[in-house]
């Protein structure tokens, strides 16, 4: 059931235009002659409030119908992002490879359009705003401001009747967080019928399979006036360890074939742990030392008496590192559950009900091996513990405790929305109204080490709750866990405990709008109007465990306090924020020419947003489009945009203090310095402007190219200076006379011991790029052919130097002056195409053929390559070359069936496919956690997946 605006519709030739907009997979150029006073039905497209009937659009679409997102082969809301060439990288989850406490883990994705970051793509659920994920974790690249984004994986792929991507800016449509574009997911909510669904897939070689089954099933009430839908989705995955791939199974990469020979045998490929279950330690007698096994040369006469194992003064060697890609999960174990339901009344010919309600749950485990203290967690052990054979005091200064059993980690994560709503008509106005509430908590849970208590059993004088630090580890497998014992439960219970994060986020809204597409005659045609408000609530919360946000703090070896006592980890302060956010939008289209051979318009939008905690937003849009003959349209916008900042950046309550080792111009050494991230509650949204260029051409029939020209400037980009960045900052302003920064706290001998960075709005970037697009319909008498191809160039991606490394860089042109910034590195400004990822180009192309019920298809996926500029030297020449990651290129088959209703599996579909037919390898990068760009290349390999559906 739907109700349908019916009107009288005068035939003009807006009926005649192409669909203006490019989909990634289909784009149906169709061309349908209206008959005079005919019931025609309104419709909204993406990117407008205005409800027409007709089917031109002025702005760059990527629509994916459920055929197409069937082709896609995705299991997950991630894999079917990955698909779409105009996404960039995928910056949350466990591709990324962070099992860092303080990062978003657990089932995530991401929404990166344009490569501008989280945050900067507004997602919708059949038109409205979705709740972003609790979880937060740091933008890549140098500026680590917190970000999130709404999870990808909330919705189930199975479940989709289609999604568009609108690639152009749209705040003044929708509101903040538009300046990339907009997702919007649309459910089924018309389905009559049941639909079963079972859905495998197995990575060829390795224990890693996926599972997911689907029910669909809609009924009408009342005559037809009511219709319910609802969907669930079941979802399991058994993951695999990173020792089921090459580039994953070793951290040592030095001599991985297909290296460069430039890098073959670079010590920056060794990524492998210094700190290890052999330890590092230092005393008065030994100075720094750590333990080996016996057959390695450098041992020297101590107290240790151990089996095959001796002291070795100086730091850990190479030869002993501890392997992490032995213990590293490549893919986790996953579950996940997706419910949908949708409800419609009509209660008159002019009003309609409509209600819907989500829920997604997922749990998501792994193991690895326990971490280390780093620098964070050194402390003093006694010279009468029970296990220090030295007779003296003995600084714990890096170990990895490997025999107390394996780091396990949960995370559950929940989502809901509920809405309901009326929509109708009143003489030619379209109206709609809507309430939501939806809500998004993680709960993070790993086994992990309490310092405090740890430090407490390894100066136990009693054996019977003594931990030894000085047992070594295996001497037959130094590199790895090997076969080395656990120790007593009772040992380890002194000291494991299960750290935990509970975070959450809700989004609660109510809105009116209405539109009229007939609201006043002008001598091309009727002008169209848009008015609407919209009041939300957004809050946040987390709630950090009390060994990390400052309740239990550790205080090390030298008396310095560290807010943290999780082992290995810093600290981060529990904090909640909300806002109350009031807009008010209006949205006109107003034809231009259309004279029988020709057609233009132009649609004008403005939007004004209040925060109650960033201030206010004014935003325009202007877009054009123009149809100068039959085969030719040409389209351009101008985008006003703005982005609010995240809560977890505006609470003042958010510290994120991180210590780690850097270089200190001012004292010329590297030590450990804490970087204290703060909320800044002054942060003013984030201004962009978006502009669009593009053309559709139709030479023949069938047949549709489109080229995209866009360019996006932000200003104001909230931004955290890199603390070394900082720290030389300080050095330049003393080497000048002056005091120094305020923020970097020194002692009397001007040591640094803490940098307070507050995020503040000083950046600006701006990117551009071309979008290709091609399609071609073929009917024959053996099938009916389509041809598509999707492509997007990174032509600029430059991010402007702030005030603060601008003086550094200047300072670093007269090195006479300021000779210890000479290693200095200003990271994070400039040009950043292939810096890290950002490729040229990313492509998808398919050819997909049907026939009385019989189907099948082939596609290439193309990302180019980047540079990993982790790893580099300088050549001869004095350039720097950094190592490079190669172009990546896979193809994809599938083969399908439709039994006729003739047949006995009348309503039964199957489909057979392999992903990545040729079981192309990611190319290598000097990633420590998988040794690959898990941002853009996949672990699978060769994919082989059967689907299998029945209708009733």
């Given at each position: 059931?739907?109700?349908?605006?019916?009107?009288?519709?005068?035939?003009?030739?807006?009926s005649?235009?192409l669909l203006a907009?490019?989909?990634?997979?289909?784009?149906?150029?169709?061309?349908?002659?209206?008959?005079?006073?005919?019931?025609?039905?309104?419709?909204?497209?993406?990117?407008?409030?205005?409800?027409?009937?007709?089917?031109?659009?002025?702005?760059?679409?990527?629509?994916?119908?459920?055929?197409?997102?069937?082709?896609?082969?995705?299991?997950?809301?991630?894999?079917?992002?990955?698909?779409?060439?105009?996404?960039?990288?995928?910056n949350?989850?466990?591709?990324?490879?962070?099992?860092?406490?303080?990062?978003?883990?657990?089932?995530?994705?991401?929404?990166?359009?344009?490569g501008?970051?989280a945050?900067?793509?507004?997602?919708?659920?059949?038109?409205?705003?979705?709740?972003?994920?609790?979880?937060?974790?740091?933008?890549s690249?140098?500026?680590?401001?917190?970000?999130?984004?709404?999870?990808?994986?909330?919705?189930?792929?199975?479940?989709?009747?289609?999604?568009?991507?609108?690639?152009?800016?749209?705040?003044?449509?929708?509101?903040?967080?538009?300046?990339?574009?907009?997702?919007?997911?649309a459910?089924?909510?018309?389905?009559?019928?049941?639909?079963?669904?079972?859905?495998?897939?197995?990575?060829e070689?390795?224990?890693?399979?996926?599972?997911?089954?689907?029910?669909?099933?809609?009924i009408?009430?009342?005559?037809g006036?009511?219709?319910?839908?609802g969907?669930?989705?079941?979802?399991?995955?058994?993951?695999?360890?990173?020792?089921?791939?090459?580039?994953?199974?070793?951290?040592?990469?030095?001599?991985?074939?297909?290296?460069?020979?430039?890098?073959?045998?670079?010590?920056?490929?060794?990524?492998?742990?210094?700190?290890?279950?052999?330890?590092?330690?230092?005393?008065?007698?030994?100075?720094?030392?750590?333990?080996?096994?016996?057959?390695l040369?450098?041992?020297?006469?101590?107290?240790?008496?151990?089996?095959?194992?001796?002291?070795?003064?100086?730091?850990?060697?190479?030869?002993?590192?501890?392997?992490?890609?032995?213990?590293?999960?490549?893919?986790?174990?996953?579950?996940?559950?997706n419910?949908?339901?949708?409800?419609?009344?009509?209660?008159?010919?002019?009003?309609e009900?409509?209600s819907?309600?989500?829920?997604?749950?997922?749990?998501?485990?792994?193991?690895?091996?326990?971490?280390?203290?780093?620098?964070?967690?050194?402390?003093?052990?006694?010279?009468?513990?029970?296990y220090?054979p030295?007779?003296?005091?003995?600084?714990?200064?890096?170990?990895?405790?490997?025999?107390?059993?394996?780091?396990?980690?949960?995370?559950?994560?929940?989502?809901?929305?509920?809405?309901?709503?009326?929509?109708?008509?009143?003489?030619?106005?379209?109206?709609?109204?809507?309430?939501?509430?939806?809500?998004?908590?993680?709960?993070?849970?790993?086994?992990?080490?309490?310092?405090?208590?740890?430090?407490?059993?390894v100066?136990?004088?009693?054996?019977s709750?003594?931990?030894?630090?000085?047992?070594?580890?295996?001497?037959?497998?130094?590199?790895?866990?090997?076969?080395?014992?656990?120790?007593?439960?009772?040992?380890?219970?002194?000291?494991l405990?299960?750290?935990?994060?509970?975070?959450?986020?809700s989004?609660?809204?109510?809105?009116?709008?209405?539109?009229?597409?007939?609201?006043?005659?002008?001598?091309?045609?009727?002008?169209?109007?848009?008015?609407g408000?919209?009041?939300?609530?957004?809050?946040?919360?987390?709630?950090?465990?009390?060994?990390?946000?400052?309740?239990?703090?550790?205080?090390?070896?030298?008396?310095?306090?560290?807010?943290?006592?999780?082992?290995?980890?810093?600290?981060?302060?529990?904090?909640?924020?909300?806002?109350?956010?009031g807009?008010?939008?209006?949205?006109?289209?107003?034809?231009?020419?259309?004279?029988?051979?020709?057609?233009?318009?132009v649609?004008?939008?403005?939007?004004?947003?209040?925060?109650?905690?960033?201030?206010?937003?004014?935003?325009?849009?202007?877009?054009?489009?123009?149809?100068?003959?039959?085969?030719?349209?040409?389209?351009?916008?101008?985008?006003?945009?703005?982005?609010?900042?995240?809560?977890?950046?505006?609470?003042?309550?958010?510290?994120?203090p991180?210590?780690?080792?850097?270089?200190?111009?001012?004292?010329?050494?590297?030590?450990?310095?804490?970087?204290?991230?703060?909320?800044?509650?002054?942060?003013?949204?984030?201004d962009?402007?978006?502009?669009?260029?593009?053309?559709?051409?139709?030479?023949?029939e069938?047949?549709t190219?489109?080229v995209?020209?866009?360019?996006?400037?932000?200003?104001?980009?909230?931004?955290?200076?890199p603390?070394?960045?900082?720290?030389?900052?300080?050095?330049?302003?003393?080497?000048?006379?002056?005091?120094?920064?305020?923020?970097?706290i020194?002692?009397?001998?001007?040591?640094a011991?803490?940098?307070?960075?507050?995020?503040?709005n000083?950046?600006?970037?701006?990117?551009?790029?071309?979008?290709?697009?091609?399609?071609?319909?073929?009917?024959?008498?053996?099938?009916?052919?389509?041809?598509?191809?999707?492509?997007?160039?990174?032509?600029?991606?430059?991010?402007?130097?702030?005030?603060?490394?601008?003086?550094?860089?200047?300072?670093?042109?007269?090195?006479?002056?300021?000779?210890?910034?000479?290693?200095?590195?200003?990271?994070?400004?400039?040009?950043?195409?292939?810096?890290?990822?950002?490729?040229?180009?990313?492509?998808?192309?398919?050819?997909n053929?049907?026939?009385?019920?019989?189907?099948?298809?082939?596609?290439?996926?193309?990302?180019?390559?980047?540079?990993?500029?982790?790893?580099?030297?300088?050549?001869?020449?004095?350039?720097?070359?950094?190592?490079?990651?190669?172009?990546?290129?896979?193809?994809?088959?599938?083969?399908?069936?439709?039994?006729?209703?003739?047949?006995?599996?009348?309503?039964?579909?199957?489909r057979?496919?392999?992903?990545?037919?040729?079981?192309?390898?990611?190319?290598?990068?000097?990633?420590?956690?998988?040794?690959?760009?898990?941002?853009?290349?996949s672990?699978?390999?060769r994919?082989?997946?059967?689907?299998?559906?029945?209708?009733?």
């Open positions: 059931m739907k109700l349908k605006t019916k009107f009288e519709f005068k035939q003009t030739r807006i005649l235009c907009a490019l989909s990634t997979y289909s784009v149906q150029a169709e061309e349908a002659q209206r008959t005079k006073d005919a019931e025609i039905e309104r419709v909204t497209v993406i990117g407008s409030n205005i409800k027409r009937a007709t089917d031109v659009n002025t702005l760059p679409v990527t629509a994916l119908t459920a055929a197409d997102i069937e082709n896609s082969a995705a299991m997950s809301g991630d894999e079917l992002l990955r698909s779409i060439p105009q996404m960039g990288s995928v949350f989850g466990e591709t990324t490879g962070s099992s860092n406490v303080n990062d978003a883990r657990g089932d995530v994705g991401s929404f990166n359009l344009r501008l970051g945050g900067n793509t507004l997602v919708l659920l059949n038109g409205r705003r979705m709740v972003n994920h609790p979880g937060t974790q740091s933008k690249g140098a500026n680590k401001v917190p970000v999130n984004t709404v999870n990808s994986n909330t919705l189930p792929v199975s479940g989709l009747r289609s999604l568009e991507v609108l690639r152009d800016g749209a705040a003044a449509v929708y509101g903040s967080d538009a300046i990339a574009g907009v997702v919007n997911y459910l089924d909510s018309e389905y009559v019928g049941s639909k079963l669904s079972l859905r495998y897939g197995q990575s070689g390795t224990p890693l399979d996926e599972t997911t089954f689907s029910y669909l099933g809609g009408e009430l009342n005559d006036r009511s219709n319910l839908v969907s669930v989705t079941i979802y399991d995955r058994n993951g695999m360890m990173a020792t089921e791939r090459a580039y994953s199974a070793s951290h040592d990469r030095r001599d991985y074939p297909g290296l460069p020979e430039e890098f073959i045998g670079d010590s920056q490929l060794d990524n492998r742990s210094s700190d290890t279950p052999w330890g590092e330690f230092n005393s008065d007698s030994l100075g720094t030392f750590h333990l080996q096994p016996d057959s040369s450098g041992c020297v006469d101590s107290a240790l008496d151990v089996e095959g194992v001796c002291v070795d003064q100086g730091s850990t060697g190479q030869d002993i590192r501890f392997d992490r890609g032995t213990t590293r999960p490549l893919s986790s174990d996953a579950e996940r559950v419910f949908y339901t949708h409800f419609t009344h009509e209660v008159n010919d002019n009003v009900f409509f819907e309600g989500i829920y997604y749950q997922a749990e998501l485990t792994n193991q690895s091996e326990q971490n280390h203290n780093g620098s964070k967690h050194r402390f003093n052990i006694a010279a009468d513990a029970f220090n030295f007779d003296e005091e003995v600084l714990l200064r890096r170990f990895r405790p490997t025999d107390i059993g394996p780091r396990t980690v949960t995370v559950k994560d929940t989502s809901f929305r509920v809405l309901a709503g009326f929509k109708g008509y009143i003489g030619d106005w379209d109206w709609e109204s809507a309430a939501f509430y939806s809500e998004a908590e993680t709960n993070d849970q790993s086994t992990r080490i309490d310092v405090n208590a740890f430090e407490k059993a100066n136990s004088t009693d054996e709750t003594a931990y030894n630090v000085f047992g070594g580890g295996d001497i037959n497998n130094p590199n790895t866990i090997g076969e080395r014992p656990l120790v007593a439960k009772s040992i380890s219970d002194q000291f405990i299960q750290a935990h994060t509970d975070s959450e986020t989004l609660a809204s109510i809105d009116f709008k209405a539109s009229n597409s007939e609201f006043f005659a002008v001598p091309a045609g009727d002008a169209g109007i848009a008015l408000v919209e009041f939300r609530r957004e809050t946040y919360d987390s709630d950090r465990s009390k060994y990390v946000d400052g309740s239990l703090p550790f205080t090390d070896y030298s008396g310095v306090i560290n807010e943290s006592s999780l082992y290995g980890s810093s600290a981060t302060t529990d904090s909640n924020a909300s806002r109350n956010v807009s008010a939008f209006a949205e006109l289209i107003l034809p231009l020419i259309d004279n029988g051979d020709q057609y233009a318009e649609q004008l939008a403005a939007r004004y947003e209040n925060f109650s905690d960033a201030g206010d937003a004014f935003k325009p849009k202007v877009a054009l489009f123009y149809k100068p003959t039959n085969w030719l349209s040409l389209r351009a916008s101008y985008a006003g945009g703005f982005k609010v900042p995240g809560l977890q950046q505006s609470s003042e309550e958010a510290s994120m991180r210590r780690s080792s850097e270089y200190d111009p001012v004292t010329d050494s590297t030590y450990a310095v804490i970087d204290n991230r703060q909320g800044n509650s002054n942060l003013k949204p984030e962009s402007v978006n502009t669009s260029l593009g053309l559709i051409f139709n030479p023949i069938n047949l190219f489109t995209d020209y866009w360019k996006i400037e932000q200003e104001n980009l909230v931004f955290l200076a603390y070394d960045t900082v720290l030389a900052h300080d050095y330049v302003l003393r080497q000048d006379g002056g005091t120094g920064n305020s923020n970097v020194r002692d009397e001998e001007l040591v011991s803490q940098v307070n960075n507050k995020y503040i000083a950046s600006s970037q701006e990117l551009s790029g071309l979008d290709f697009g091609l399609v071609y319909d073929l009917e024959t008498s053996f099938g009916d052919f389509e041809f598509n191809i999707n492509a997007a160039k990174l032509t600029k991606y430059e991010t402007s130097v702030d005030s603060l490394s601008a003086l550094v860089l200047d300072a670093q042109q007269d090195l006479v002056k300021y000779p210890n910034l000479a290693d200095v590195e200003v990271a994070g400004v400039g040009d950043l195409i292939k810096q890290d990822g950002n490729p040229e180009w990313r492509a998808k192309s398919s050819l053929w049907r026939l009385n019920g019989w189907g099948a298809g082939v596609s290439v996926d193309y990302v180019s390559e980047f540079i990993d500029t982790s790893t580099n030297y300088t050549s001869d020449e004095g350039e720097k070359v950094f190592l490079p990651i190669d172009s990546m290129t896979t193809v994809n088959v599938y083969g399908s069936h439709k039994f006729s209703d003739e047949s006995s599996l009348e309503g039964l579909y199957v057979l496919g392999v992903r990545n037919i040729g079981d192309e390898e990611p190319p290598l990068a000097d990633n420590f956690w998988h040794g690959y760009s898990g941002d853009y290349h672990n699978r390999g994919y082989f997946y059967i689907n299998l559906s029945k209708t009733f």
